[in-house]
Each structure stands twice: as structure tokens, then as C-alpha cells.
């Protein structure tokens, strides 16, 4: 059975710090590329950052770029995503996100095959 748990959201204020976690259950997802994905109030789910099964590659989007930094520990089965100097723009639900692919999970959402059910980061003064 395959399962992916996010921790970590929470209220931080802008130029701070977050650390999400994603644990994951499920021998299928220790060969799949993972990643995270956010979707703000009223706007829809976007793509954030992705990493192979590995670990070994990454990829963010450009807004994020510098900003966040993504990681996964295969022995501990665990995704992570360190978030530094947060701005307004970045309020959302977090989720994680696990594909077959690298690319697909970079592609785009259709690609996805299975999902955390999110985390909320506020980031308000």
C-alpha cells in the first residue's frame, strides 16, 4: 500500500524559515521520482520541486529557485523541503507528490500518480 504523509506546515513570518517532511510507505516509491507541488488560495496546484528516485537530481521552479532546496533520504524513506526566506506569495498548501518519472513528475500534475493530502504554510506578519 502506498502512502505519502506531510508535517511541518505552520504560520512563519515573511523572510523566515520551513521544513517540510514527506514520509512515504510503499516499496513501489523507492523507485520513483518524488516531489512538491502547492496550490494557493483560489489559484490552481503548481509545480515547486522535484527529485529522482535517487536523490542525485533536482529541479525547481523559477520562482523558488535559490530560495527552496529539496532533498530525500531513501534509508529513512523521507522527502524534505527547506524553505528560506519566505515571502506572502508562498501561502499555500503544500503536498507531496510521487511518479514514475522524473519528468513527469515535473510535467505537470496529470502525471502524478499519487499524493500526500497537503500541509498549510501562512506566511503573514
Known amino acids: 500500500q502506498v502512502q505519502l504523509a506531510e508535517s511541518g506546515g505552520g504560520l512563519v513570518q515573511p523572510g523566515g524559515s520551513l521544513r517540510l517532511s514527506c514520509a512515504y510507505l510503499?516499496?513501489?516509491?523507492?523507485?520513483?521520482?518524488m516531489g512538491w507541488f502547492r496550490q494557493a488560495p483560489g489559484k490552481e496546484r503548481e509545480f515547486v520541486a522535484a527529485?529522482?528516485?535517487?536523490?542525485?537530481?533536482?529541479y525547481y521552479a523559477d520562482d523558488v529557485k535559490g530560495r527552496f532546496t529539496i532533498s530525500r533520504d531513501i534509508a529513512k524513506k523521507m522527502m524534505y523541503l527547506q524553505m528560506d526566506s519566505l515571502n506572502y506569495e508562498d501561502t499555500a498548501v503544500y503536498y507531496c507528490?510521487?511518479?514514475?518519472?522524473?519528468?513527469?513528475?515535473?510535467?505537470?500534475?496529470?502525471?502524478?500518480?499519487?499524493w500526500g493530502k497537503g500541509t498549510l504554510v501562512t506566511v503573514s506578519s
Open positions: 507528490a510521487a511518479a514514475p518519472s522524473f519528468r513527469a513528475v515535473i510535467v505537470g500534475t496529470d502525471d502524478i500518480e499519487y
Open positions: 510503499g516499496r513501489t516509491l523507492e523507485t520513483y521520482a
Open positions: 527529485v529522482s528516485w535517487s536523490g542525485s537530481s533536482n
